[in-house]
């Protein structure tokens, strides 16, 4: 049995449609009962940030994809291994990957990293860039149909396609054979925000409008939507030019033998989640 959390979210609705259609034993952990879960699929309750409560989630389970950045990541281990868990493939992220332990959300993926490397169960780490559905924070601009506010519009990313990261991680969970071993992930170009607004306008049917926002009420907009900390974190990756997300990587491909899909095709899938409900 497969244990997916975030199974409500962006990766993990992915991964539950993957395993589910590949014929793999699966159960999504979610907080509420009767959470929005693709189809058909066993649920259990817990909740990450008290470890204690995903004890009854993992009974029978073998493999497990983990959300990293909780509070006690060692104790979710520690759950983990005394369930006899065989294999936990961590979903990271690749700020990691020459980041300072002084941001806190770098420090955040290396405390989540350490906790699965020194668990003893085998693992496997996927570090993604940042994901195609970010784009969702400017919904309720396009909605209202107002001018989208746009931060750090000169910062290229290689965006990726959850479905990507999730059919890496259904590749890793079901073979086994990705043991020990981090990877990189990155969708297929890196784009500037203003190409993703083009290609976002053209799947809705509507020409959008960017606002540049200037770096200091970028900050002022972190702030509100998080904490301090975390606020000056991501500051620090694309205002000081701590993170460069931009690098295009080979390894969706490499591991699941399909190139990873490109912004339009994320645009097309999810246009209706633009328009009004
Ligand atoms: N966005 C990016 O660019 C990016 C890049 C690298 C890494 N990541 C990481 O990738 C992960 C998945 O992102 P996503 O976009 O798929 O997620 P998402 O759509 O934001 O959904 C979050 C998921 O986590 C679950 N969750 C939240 N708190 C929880 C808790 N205390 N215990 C158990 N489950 C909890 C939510 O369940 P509920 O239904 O209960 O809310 C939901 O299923 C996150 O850890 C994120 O930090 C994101």
Redesign the pocket.
């Known amino acids: 049995m497969i244990l997916v959390?975030?199974?409500?979210?962006?990766?993990?609705s992915e991964l539950i449609r993957n395993l589910h259609a590949a014929g793999a034993p699966v159960r999504a952990?979610?907080?509420?009962e009767n959470?929005a879960v693709p189809g058909g699929i066993e649920c259990a309750v817990?909740?990450?940030?008290q470890p204690a409560s995903i004890s009854n989630a993992l009974i029978g389970v073998t493999r497990v994809f983990l959300?990293?950045?909780?509070s006690d990541m060692p104790a979710v281990l520690n759950r983990l291994r005394i369930a006899k868990v065989q294999h936990v493939v961590l979903?990271?992220?690749r700020?990691i990957i020459g980041g300072q332990s002084s941001n806190a959300i770098v420090k955040m993926w290396m405390t989540s990293e350490d906790a699965v490397m020194s668990s003893g169960i085998p693992w496997t780490i996927l570090r993604?860039?940042?994901?195609m559905?970010?784009a969702l924070r400017w919904r309720s601009d396009i909605r209202a149909s107002r001018p989208v506010r746009v931060h750090f519009p000169n910062i290229p990313i290689a965006l990726i396609d959850?479905y990507d990261i999730a059919a890496a991680a259904a590749v890793v969970l079901t073979t086994g054979r990705q043991r020990n071993k981090t990877y990189e992930l990155s969708g297929p170009i890196a784009m500037l925000p203003a190409e993703q607004l083009e290609i976002l306008g053209r799947a809705i049917g509507r020409k959008l409008h960017a606002q540049f926002v200037p770096d200091n009420e970028a900050f002022a907009d972190l702030l509100r939507q998080s904490s301090e900390e975390f606020a000056d974190a991501i500051f620090r990756f694309y205002a000081k030019g701590e993170f460069d997300d931009s690098r295009v990587v080979s390894t969706v491909t490499h591991l699941t033998g399909q190139a990873p899909r490109s912004f339009e095709q994320w645009a097309i899938n999810h246009a209706s989640e633009f328009l009004e409900s």
């Open positions: 959390t975030g199974a409500t979210g962006n990766v993990g952990l979610v907080r509420k959470s817990g909740d990450l940030s959300l990293g950045g909780y979903l990271s992220s700020s993604p860039s940042s994901f559905s970010n959850p």
